[in-house]
């Protein structure tokens, strides 16, 4: 029965720790759908974190944050959208460009707002997307199996990992079942064709970075604001990067996008629960190893599977209407 | 058939910088007939097409669409007044389904299920009026070239196009493939559609259209009914007949074979290229290789340059074999077996555009001892080299500093033709040696190519120039559809026989 518990425990963790992933993974998916390569995931993230952050510690509103922490995603996905379509520029080191750039802005914003050493103030409970207990989660936890899955591991998250639950299925939706994600599946593989058929490649590839913009927005805003109760410096942690990597390894597909930040989300969760254990034959794992273990996953999924992926043919390439 | 008038274009002009791509186009095009553009590449036919459909806004003139003139501002302008066209390079989404393609950008609903649900009932109406018989729910990718095209042009028709335009729709197609799409244009000019068949191959206009336009240097040249014209003078129209210059030349008893290709066949990006090709180019002799553009001369220079395989046959330089099915030589050997190229297409092979004319000056010869040493270069004898080159060619600016594409044409010309003329080749294989050159350039390159045959170095010249052939050869091959037609001594060449023979006549080969 303990083994049963710690399972779930680890599971719960799991969904806290993929929902950041997953909404981030979704907003890459959109972004290179489009034919836009968005490494700039973390940055826009991380910028998201900070914005909801200061501005939930100011009104003590989570809504005000997490309207901060979208117009701050959205701004800066609307900036690498005018790097990558009107000036054609290096999609690359326009995103690296915004990762480092909100890396060293967010804290000093921080520092001199709040003046505690590059971090927001401790946010209350009220200013948080804080845990949500389902209806009759504690009067079903003593019922046996199903009660301890459903009120440990589905009641008890925040708001934005139950939207996020939602999110995938809209996204795939869209993809698939919406003219819009027609012609989105369409720019992202072959611009030229889309142009000739009379759609503008400028104002679909602008639509899918403000919807990747929105999604970077509730991933950051609920690390500090659900996950954590207030900004950190760094505390996006290449967050980002890993998406990105689930995204590929999804193969730029919603629902296998989602297992995949799952697996990543497991690992993670793993790992937490590893620090300080100790295990039978091996003893204990030092923490630096355990800390390894998402990124470790990362190369070898990279590495054993991404060579085989077909990224959409037109992504990351500026489109140019005369040659 | 009727007598109004699809499309009408008045003095089309438009400039690409100092080129004039289409100087003063104006074609009319009855409704329903088929009715034939033609050009060499380079001509203008694209640009035209561009003009029709709207990708691109003439800088003057006018396009009529059954009377009306219009602005078109995009594609979408072009497509609401019933012109549709299907590009050189398709413009599908290959993981899409053909249906999916059909119905992109006119979805006709918000929601994907209605929208193919409503397409799909108007298509198959479509499909029997015109005999189509497409496979609407699979993938393009996994579908054959000569269907992708049937969907682009039922794509057309889904989207009420009264007038297609067709941009070398056999380009890529097999010759069963193409027997179809004959067809299905026979069968749309009985349904009362406009085709614009555009392309450069003679046979298919004398094949398949009622009337035909020719294009030559972005100029209408002649605007002819197909049943009253010849292959022959097409081909004449669009090479054009000017002065033939003269240039002092040695006589030439030589009979040794510096380069020899034996039974070559190679295989292009499009197939079979070369088919069978038996060439030889003496010792102090110049050789012109004629035709139509894109009839193998292209594949003919790369085989030759080690850039190709061969399929079947080998080639044979002094007496070497340099390229044969099991082996081919790279080109870094055979410019020190003493062959020099000159590349056709000078901007993609022959210079490195954002790299400085100094250092494309020596581009192709930096491993040698005078440039480099321990893999670092010598800069000075590079510098002293360049400029060497800057003043015998008289390339103007004298500055070597700049990157190469800032000079013109003429200019870059020139550097490219002291570059390879200063190791001292035996054989130069030269593409296009005047192309984008200015006229008083063109003079001096070509005295440059007698005096390297009046020193006993074997020429190979591919040209669409005729009259640059006439001027500056010994022999002139023809090549038409991947086979020599013939070879003519300079003294029995004329324009018309050439023209003959480009059109693939082979009764006046020598």
Redesign the interface.
């Known amino acids: 029965m303990e083994f049963f518990t710690d399972l779930i425990l680890l599971l719960d963790s799991t969904l806290r720790t993929a929902t950041p992933l997953v909404l981030a993974g979704l907003a890459g998916l959109i972004a290179e759908r489009s034919g836009i390569v968005d490494i700039g995931l973390e940055g826009k993230m991380l910028a998201a974190a900070f914005a909801a952050a200061a501005a939930a510690a100011v009104t003590g509103s989570p809504w005000a944050g997490l309207g901060a922490g979208i117009g701050a995603s959205v701004a800066l996905a609307l900036l690498h959208g005018w790097v990558s379509i009107a000036q054609r520029g290096n999609q690359i080191v326009s995103g690296m460009a915004i990762n480092i750039a909100v890396a060293g802005l967010a804290p000093t914003l921080a520092n001199f707002w709040f003046r505690k050493g590059g971090q927001t103030p401790l946010l209350d409970d009220e200013a948080r997307f804080s845990a949500i207990t389902l209806p009759f989660a504690d009067a079903l936890a003593d019922v046996p199996l199903l009660g301890g899955l459903y009120s440990e591991l589905l009641s008890g998250h925040n708001l934005i990992t139950y939207l996020t639950a939602a999110i995938v299925p809209l996204v795939a939706w869209m993809l698939?079942?919406?003219?819009?994600?027609?012609?989105l599946?369409?720019v992202g593989?072959?611009p030229?064709?889309?142009?000739?058929?009379?759609?503008s490649v400028t104002l679909l590839r602008y639509q899918a970075m403000i919807i990747t913009g929105v999604l970077c927005g509730f991933a950051g805003t609920v690390l500090s604001t659900g996950l954590g109760g207030g900004f950190i410096r760094d505390m996006s942690a290449g967050k980002g990067y890993l998406a990105l990597a689930a995204m590929i390894f999804g193969r730029w597909k919603p629902v296998p996008t989602l297992l995949a930040c799952l697996l990543f989300g497991f690992v993670d969760a793993l790992q937490g629960r590893l620090q300080g254990v100790d295990l039978p034959l091996i003893g204990e794992i030092p923490v630096q190893f355990t800390i390894m273990l998402p990124y470790v996953l990362t190369v070898v999924i990279l590495a054993g599977f991404a060579g085989r992926m077909q990224a959409p043919?037109a992504s990351g390439i500026p489109y140019e209407?005369?040659h | 058939m009727s007598q109004t008038i699809a499309i009408e274009t008045r003095d089309l002009c438009k400039s690409f910088g100092d080129v004039k791509a289409n100087d003063h186009i104006s074609l009319s095009v009855p409704a329903g007939t088929v009715h034939g553009i033609v050009g060499e590449n380079g001509a203008g036919k694209s640009t035209l097409l561009k003009m029709l459909?709207g990708?691109?806004h003439p800088d003057s003139g006018e396009v009529l669409v059954s009377g009306v003139s219009q602005s078109f501002t995009?594609?979408?302008d072009a497509?609401a007044v019933g012109i549709g066209?299907v590009?050189q390079?398709f413009?599908?989404?290959?993981?899409?389904t053909v249906l999916?393609?059909i119905?992109?950008?006119?979805?006709g609903?918000?929601?994907?299920?209605d929208?193919k649900g409503m397409a799909r009932a108007k298509l198959l109406a479509l499909e029997e009026q015109f005999g189509f018989n497409l496979p609407l729910d699979e993938p393009v990718e996994t579908l054959s070239v000569g269907v992708r095209q049937r969907a682009e042009i039922l794509k057309a028709l889904y989207r009420g196009a009264e007038t297609l335009i067709l941009d070398e729709p056999t380009a890529v197609l097999t010759p069963q493939e193409c027997v179809q799409l004959f067809e299905l244009v026979s069968q749309l000019r009985d349904q009362g559609k406009t085709v614009l068949f555009v392309t450069h191959k003679l046979h298919e206009i004398m094949a398949i259209t009622d009337n035909v336009t020719v294009i030559r240097a972005g100029k209408t040249v002649a605007e002819r009914k197909t049943a009253e014209t010849s292959s022959e003078e097409l081909a004449e129209l669009m090479v054009g007949a000017k002065v033939v210059r003269a240039t002092a030349r040695d006589a030439n008893e030589a009979t040794t074979a510096r380069l020899a290709l034996e039974n070559v066949k190679a295989t292009g990006d499009h197939g079979l290229m070369l088919k069978d090709i038996n060439l030889q180019v003496l010792e102090g002799e110049v050789l012109g290789i004629a035709g139509v553009a894109g009839n193998g001369q292209t594949e003919l220079l790369e085989i030759i340059t080690g850039l190709r395989p061969v399929d079947v046959g080998k080639i044979c330089f002094d007496g070497e074999t340099i390229s044969s099915p099991q082996e081919m030589t790279d080109p870094i050997t055979l410019r020190r077996m003493g062959m020099a190229h000159v590349a056709e297409d000078r901007l993609k092979t022959g210079v490195v555009e954002s790299m400085s004319a100094r250092e494309n000056a020596i581009l192709g010869y930096q491993r040698e001892q005078e440039f480099s040493r321990k893999g670092l270069l010598r800069l000075k004898a590079i510098a002293e080299k360049a400029a060497g080159y800057f003043e015998s060619q008289d390339v103007r600016p004298r500055n070597p500093d700049l990157p190469i594409a800032s000079f013109s044409g003429g200019n870059q010309q020139k550097l490219v033709i002291a570059r390879e003329l200063a190791q001292d080749p035996s054989l130069m294989v030269i593409g296009q040696p005047t192309r984008g050159v200015d006229i008083g350039a063109v003079t001096k390159i070509h005295d440059q190519i007698t005096a390297l045959r009046n020193a006993g170095k074997a020429i190979l010249v591919v040209s669409a120039d005729l009259d640059e052939l006439l001027a500056i050869s010994d022999r002139i091959a023809v090549m038409c559809e991947g086979e020599i037609v013939g070879t003519l001594n300079i003294e029995d060449a004329t324009e018309t026989k050439l023209g003959l023979m480009m059109a693939g006549n082979k009764g006046e080969a020598a």
């Open positions: 698939y079942k919406t003219r819009f994600g027609l012609r599946r369409a593989e072959n030229e064709a889309v142009d000739t058929a009379g759609i043919k209407k005369d | 459909f990708f691109y995009s594609p979408s497509m066209m590009h390079h413009m599908l989404v290959e993981p899409f999916e393609n119905i992109l950008g006119a979805e609903s918000s929601k994907l299920d929208a």
